[in-house]
């Protein structure tokens, strides 16, 4: 990080227009997605609060706080509200609704008003989910399996699968809004590989969210149907098949897992390259690779059913398939790592993050393969191996990623930088608390103690205590961030580009004017065209900080608006 | 900005660019949509498969001649919908809003129908979940109340798209009545007309498949109901 001498511009997309219609009538992407982006923090502590509350009741063997009533709500609600509301939304509709018109030189998505709507519909899905926990919860899973969900469970069921079929149709018109604006909307000389890798990723994202989310809204309307007519859609006393109801969940549910992970992999490759000072190496096979992952995606749902009557050809079709996804996960981390090679690494916030990510990623993604082996899962089908791999992923990639994302991108959304120290020692926490709660999980999954249950064996304790005590430390590690982020929109000190970072959105104000651009860019070279050797001394407006910096380029000047040489 | 009458709106530098990020926006709905009754189509095909007397017992209830005569309302619907934006492409301001008057008159049509065989079926006690009541074979029962639930869910699902259809084919025949369109930018009407030939096609999908298909036959081996 370098210490900048700069003052905020005087008009930014903050300050044009005040009052609270000019936020909730906006249709500016960078203001609808701090829409979301405090719409999901709301959800992710209230979704983590369940977490919270279930590590508390497996301190101990018996049940102690909760009846198994309770308990079933609790992990229910937790992943109804995590998943759907805020790891699908997280990265796409806060950093990438800010980000995507400015990274790739646009006014503004293809569709404003309809961005703004989707919002609304991610509110109303929101309040219906809201009103189920207020009421009294619903106790399905967040997998809603039939034909429990459908006939069996006395609890709101109905609103809840509603709340889910909005917030998927908020997400669909986000990932359609996307691809539009990524093909329509680039500007002069963006030609599709000198796109960042985050737009490659975003791009990879929204074709998911466009594909596959209606099947999920329609599954989920037909087991309101089914409940509210009794008809036997998925019931098999009257004839219907709950296995159906699982090909046509998992359909949407497993691509879902890279709804939530492709943005993260798409951070990741910015902050490599803004914290290596290096362009990405073998960018175009990382770009491609993002596709390559959304196409697997829609293939290999059949894993997540291997003991629910799948015949065993089935099975070895949709295994082979699953190990696929193995290939372009791993091109990422591979090339990732080869970029940190002879890099000039800097330990900042965002960089830890990233780094955290990598490893964690990694070790999800294995674990992974583990699973998607049909003899292997059977073993540890619906035990906390499964629970520890996925929050790997989802939370040791995704939320990792968010973080770091979220870091990295805070000056440029606010023109403030939150306090460094605080940033590394909240990584640092993160890390620590995230490895604590889930490494033992994969011990005692694999011993044998299954998911979803609130008492469980004796000798499973001591790894259930360690889980416990490590998610409280990670309970701190998010809360930190959630105060100096706050104290930093008024006493951060004001930073405009405090990484030298390559890339258009940092070509113009940070935080940015209304229509982001004073003029459109003209875009005449790659991405991350970062000069392998220090730059000329030029004028330099800062002082180093962290020893491996690269000087400052000569162009990003003080007042904040410097625009590269070669990007007029 | 641009000035308050030009319709490209602030954020496109040309209208061509305005105009394919609508295309392409549309197509990308309609992608959406095709996932969205895939689902149904699938649920359709597994018990199709699961129950195959039932099906073909259940659908020779349906009233093949008003489908049939849905179908035409709908398929002409479709060419006097080309006319009108064929229409808008050359600026004719009379022709496009006859034409769209004409697709609205067919549209209307196709729910009136539907709503006299909705009413037909309930009388009967064909209704899931509201009346259901099977007088055929026992064995049959379940299978044909899931014909039904499909059935109804299916097309009240295209009923509802083509009640959708309606209220925006009002919305563009007031703007093209108001003179908002021209052969430099009739956009709406085009994505209109994309919107309005998809739910005419889902429904040529449904048409054999919930009125047409095995209808009429005996079931495996004899016996009918």
Known sequence: MIEENVSLPRIHYLNSHYGWKSWLFTTDHKRIGLLYMVSITLMFFLGGFFALLIRLELLTPQADMFTADTYNKFFTLHGVILIFFFLVPSIPATLGNFLIPLMIGAKDVAFPKLNLLSWYIFVIGSLFTLWVVAVGGIDTGWTFYTPYSTTFANTHVIAATLGVFFTGFSSILTGLNFIVTIHKMRAPGLTWFRLPLFIWSLYATSIIQVLATPVLGITMVLIAAERFAKVGIFDPALGGDPVLFQHMFWFYSHPAVYIMILPSLGVVSELISAFTWKRVFGYKFVAVSSLMIAIFSFIVWGHHMYVSSMSIYAGMLFSILSYLVAVPSAVKVFNWTATLYKGSVSYDTPMLYALGFIGLFTIGGLTGLFLASMGLDRHLHDTYFVIAHFHLIMVGGAVMGYFGGLHYWWPKMFGRMYPEWWGRLSALIVFVGFNLSFFPQFIIGYLGMPRRYHVYAPEFQVLNVMSTAGSSILGVGYLLPLVYFIWSLRYGKVASNPWRAKGLEWETTSPPPPENFLEQPIVTEEAYNYPTRPAQPGKQTGKLTGGLNPPASPTATATGTGREAEVV | ?225
């Open chain 2, 1 to 225: 900005m641009s000035n308050a009458h030009s319709p490209v709106a602030h954020h496109f530098y040309t209208i061509e660019q305005q105009k394919e990020s609508a295309t392409i926006g549309m197509w990308l709905f309609l992608a959406t949509e095709i996932l969205l009754f895939g689902a149904l189509f699938t649920a359709y095909a597994v018990y199709r498969y699961k129950f195959p007397d039932a099906f073909m017992v259940a659908s020779s209830r349906m009233d093949w001649k008003m489908g049939g005569l849905n179908t035409l309302f709908l398929i002409v619907s479709s060419v006097t919908m080309v006319f009108a934006v064929s229409s808008a492409e050359k600026g004719r301001r009379g022709g496009l809003l006859g034409f769209l008057a004409a697709t609205g008159f067919f549209g209307t049509l196709f729910l009136v129908v539907k709503y006299f065989e909705y009413k037909h079926h309930y009388l009967d006690h064909d209704v899931p979940g509201l009346n259901f009541q099977w007088t055929g074979a026992p064995e049959l029962a379940n299978g044909a109340q899931m014909f039904f639930f499909l059935y109804f869910f299916m097309t009240g699902l295209h009923a509802l798209h083509m009640i959708v259809g309606l209220g925006l084919l009002i919305w563009i025949f007031i703007t093209a009545y108001q003179g908002k369109y021209s052969p430099e930018y009739y956009n709406p009407v085009e994505m209109f007309g994309l919107y309005w030939h998809f739910v005419d096609l889902v429904w040529i999908f449904l048409f054999p498949l919930l009125y047409l298909l095995g209808a009429h036959l005996p079931p495996g081996g004899g016996g009918h109901h």
